[in-house]
């Protein structure tokens, strides 16, 4: 792969509590995840990007880092990362993981000194009042109060006290961080909540400071040559979002307006067009994300009457047509795949995976749903651990009860099902992924005009892609069929479907 190879790769996403478990405790852990690197390979995607893995008490999911120099004992051990980084390079896959510098946790060395030692708050945001009316993010005060009376800030959940940026000694820590690990090997991170790090007395988003943190996180994954950072940036302002990506800051950011963009022609056409627009000046490659560890299944999303995702209303258990929302979802993953720059793909979608929306209450671990009081059901929905074979769950997750439960409507979605069906999701991710390999990704593309409901564009390499929108068929373009994501009519493209042909 090239000196760019970020700039058109695939990159799955490996939530590893859900993923697969190699030691039979129900959670998974790289042990699973170094057993099914074939499967990855033989996907073919060239990067995973796995969410936090450091030790952590879990009150997010491990967005609550206790210690960014360790791994998570339930999911293994730092010599094993080191064998799974190495593992990972042999299959020519590259390794993203993800750091969280706006906060720690409560049982991080830091807060602990800082609980024990109040004169040792500075890397915190401390004071004797809340210092405003900040709401978390997850529902409830921004602010916890400690037993001698002080109060401190976390943006997210109590467990995650956010850390104070205005202080030199955070900036230290992160660079020596992100050196720990581009010395283990690892090829970029994922930047877990990029824009909030600065705080002021009028807010924390966005503000200016916080480039110049990036500036230098660039010149250390410089010195390492072929590392990426990529952002987690979810800011409206096309002209805010750009400036994360110049060309001294962040190499990529993630495209939440291609996520959270309803299944309507129009819509898909103006993001697509912004995303160019907003990129194509500053030279960065633009990213296109259909899904994530927080954000509804596709599957689920695209069978509802409303296509949008909000992270606020999330339309948890309104009506969703199973079929349409899985044909919609095949369509979209060949469009995503075939834009220019790299695109993501989050662990279960390859296998059409909805999103569970019955889990018992009391097995719901997301702290949206408990600091929400119960209206926000949160993300456990599309954590669910992966269904790899057989009848019955586990689904050849591993041998011990799995952590969330898995629906029994999965038996025919196993992995292991799927392998050898040509007309199956995984088969079609699989080939779609081959065919991008050698003539997609990094580059550009050309709109064609088949009219309003229909989403047309050609690539450099000949090949073009067209998904209809439209409520009916529509005549297809002449030229030889490489892939579809649903059965074609003579001459012609149905309603929801995508194709790749060539026209020459
Ligand atoms: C990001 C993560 C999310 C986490 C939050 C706080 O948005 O993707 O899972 O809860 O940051 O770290």
């Known amino acids: 792969m090239s000196q760019t190879w970020w700039r058109g790769a695939a990159i799955y996403q490996v939530y590893l509590r859900s993923f697969a478990d190699g030691n039979g405790d129900g959670v998974g852990d790289l042990a699973g995840l170094r057993a099914r690197l074939p499967y990855l390979k033989d996907l073919g995607i060239d990067a995973i990007w796995l969410n936090p893995w450091y030790p952590s008490p879990m009150a997010d999911g491990g967005y609550d ?13 730092l010599a094993e990362a080191e064998r799974f980084i190495a593992e990972a390079h042999d299959l020519d896959i590259k390794v993203i993981i993800d750091v969280v510098p706006n906060h720690s ?6 807060f602990r000194e800082a609980l024990a030692n109040p004169a040792a708050r500075d890397r915190f945001w401390f004071s004797d009042e809340p210092a405003n009316d900040w709401q978390s993010i997850f529902g409830g005060s ?3 109060q400690v037993p001698d009376g002080q109060w401190y800030l976390h943006l997210f959940a109590p467990e995650q006290p956010d850390f104070n940026w205005a202080n030199p000694e955070v900036h230290r820590e992160f660079e020596d961080v992100l050196r720990f690990w581009f010395e283990r090997g690892v090829d970029g991170f994922r930047i877990d909540s990029a824009a909030l790090l600065y705080k002021s007395d009028t807010g924390y988003e966005d503000l200016d400071e916080v480039h110049d943190v990036y500036r230098r996180w660039r010149e250390v994954a410089d010195e390492y040559g072929e590392r990426v950072l990529i952002g987690e940036v979810w800011l409206p302002d096309q002209e805010r979002f750009a400036r994360y990506l110049r060309p001294d800051e962040l190499h990529t950011a993630f495209n939440f307006d291609f996520l959270s963009c309803p299944w309507d022609p129009a819509a898909l056409r103006r ?3 912004l995303t160019l627009a907003t990129h194509t000046p500053i030279g960065a490659p633009p990213t296109w994300v259909l899904s994530n560890h927080d954000v509804t299944r596709p599957v689920t999303r695209y069978g509802r009457a409303d296509t949008t995702f909000e992270h606020g209303g999330r339309l948890h258990g309104t009506p969703s047509d199973p079929e349409l929302g899985y044909r919609r979802a095949r369509a979209a993953a060949l469009l995503s795949m075939a834009l220019p720059g790299s695109v993501y793909v989050y662990q279960g979608d390859e296998l059409g995976l909805p999103e569970v929306e019955n889990l018992p209450d009391e097995l719901r671990q997301d702290p949206m749903f408990a600091r929400s009081g119960g209206a926000n059901p949160g993300r ?10 057989g009848d019955e769950p586990p689904y050849g997750f591993g041998t011990g009860t799995p952590w969330l439960p898995q629906p029994e409507s999965w038996r025919g979605l196993t992995a292991q099902a799927q392998r050898t069906d040509p007309g199956s999701m995984l088969t079609l991710y699989r080939t779609a992924l081959a065919i991008r390999r050698d003539r997609l990704g990094d580059g550009t593309m050309t709109w064609l005009p088949l009219g309003e409901n229909v989403l047309a564009f050609t690539r450099e390499s000949g090949l073009t892609c067209v998904t209809n929108l439209g409520p009916g068929p529509v005549p297809r373009p002449a030229g030889e069929v490489v892939l579809a994501s649903g059965p074609l009519e003579d001459g012609a493209l149905p309603s929801d479907t995508t194709v790749w042909l060539t026209t020459s």
């Open 271 to 273: 993001v697509i067009d």
């Open 380 to 389: 456990d929905g599309c954590r669910v651990p992966l269904p790899w074979s």
């Open 65 to 77: 880092v206790a210690d960014y120099r360790d791994i998570e004992p339930d999911f293994g051990t």
């Open 105 to 110: 946790s409560t049982e991080s060395a830091w």
């Open 142 to 144: 921004a602010w916890t």
